[in-house]
């Protein structure tokens, strides 16, 4: 069984920086894409970034591009979420997920395993 737990959430001035991790135990890691998501209150959740099985290959959403960094470590079956530049509008619930597809998805529903969820509250 897949497990995905989040953890860095918290809060931050405008400006600042937070690093997500997503702890992996269970199923065959390396071989997953990673993908984070965030949710805002009233809001459908949406795609953040992504990163497949070796990392080579990287896809940002635009309002994070540049500002946000995903990375992962096999060896630790862990992925990252490296966020600068920060913005009030950046606050969410920010999950991740891991996808069994090869092929790079910034469509929820192509994720196989969720973690439950790390709060990231940025003020102005």
């Known amino acids: 069984q897949v497990q995905l737990v989040e953890s860095g959430g918290g809060l931050t001035q405008a400006g600042g920086s937070l690093r997500l991790s997503c702890s992996c135990s269970g199923g065959a890691f390396s071989s997953y894409r990673m993908g984070w998501f965030r949710q805002a209150p009233g809001k459908e959740r949406e795609f953040v970034a992504s990163t497949s099985w070796g990392g080579a290959f990287t896809d940002y959403a635009d309002s994070v591009k540049g500002r946000f960094t995903i990375t992962r470590d096999n060896n630790k079956r862990t992925s990252y979420l490296l966020m600068d530049y920060l913005k009030p509008e950046d606050t969410a619930v920010y999950y991740c997920?891991?996808?069994?597809?090869?092929?790079?998805?910034?469509?929820?529903?192509?994720?196989?395993?969720w973690g439950q969820g790390t709060q990231v509250t940025v003020s102005s």
């Open positions: 997920a891991a996808s069994g597809a090869t092929d790079s998805s910034r469509s929820a529903g192509d994720y196989d395993y």
